[in-house]
């Protein structure tokens, strides 16, 4: 069975779409894994940093997107009946290995789920509130199960905000990854992130582990990026901090441009080898999770 990973903090602008999608690129051409990328934010990011808007315009006008897969799940359209092999995009940026899910930007809306909930609970509040409970703790397991055998890895990227789905697709996860900046907001962003996985586990979802902490957007060295780490290490362990560190460099801006990873696009730049290292890194971990 395939490992599912979030790859969240609940602070936007820490590169976490960045990670996931070369992360994954790495894993398949480098390593000869097999890896999806699902994309549960509705800025579709990582959809656009994997195909131009062009292909997911033709994608979404075919309701080839996860927002169908989502409105099967919740019976919020009956209408539709397709797989999630259809919607899947097989070896995307021409990468053996490396598909994606692609992202909607109008995945589902709350009052019309909340009405479904409502008219199942018959008005009890008890009774809608373990409904909704349930909900989160299956429906992005649900979409996930008909392909998980079919992956090594599951790579999840979310919106920072506390929604239905980022709670659901934590939930379905058996890991997770945190990218931060070494800075004081993202910091925040982490402490929120995990005060949420701590209720998830007192649910008895106590086989969410967390795989590291990864800093992001890395410039000269700085005393407050060194205090932070130094703190994010004796709160969560220093074996919980990768040791590679992905590089502020313009090869990944330039590399959005072109809808691909950087690892494709400049492999020979500074931030492409950070992330051959942090692949590296990310297999070492997950073995010695495994074990």
Known sequence: MGSIIAIVNMKGGVGKTTVTINLATCLAKNYGKRVLVVDLDTQINATLSLMSPFQFAKLKQEKRTIKTLIHQAT???????????EIIQPNICHTKGLDLLPGDVEIYQDFLLAEIIVAKSQGKHQEFKNNWHQLEDTLIA???KPVINNYDFIFMDFSPEDNLITRSGI??????????????????????????IQQFKDRDRSHLNLLGIIFTSLGHASNMGEKIRRRLSEDF???????TEIP?????????????????????????????????????KFTCWSR
């Open 237 to 243: 362990g220093e074996r919980a901090i990768f040791q």
């Open 142 to 144: 649900s979409i996930l």
């Open 171 to 196: 939930l379905a996860s058996h890991f997770y990854l945190v990218p931060a900046k070494p800075e004081p907001l993202s910091v925040i962003g982490v402490g929120m992130l995990e005060g949420r």
């Open 75 to 85: 019976e919020l359209d009956n209408s539709l009946s397709l797989s999630i092999l």
């Open 248 to 284: 502020l460099n313009i090869a990944v801006a330039r590399a959005v441009e072109e809808y691909k990873p950087v690892v494709l696009t400049e492999p020979q730049s500074p931030g492409a080898k950070a992330f051959y290292c942090l692949s590296h890194e990310f297999l070492e």
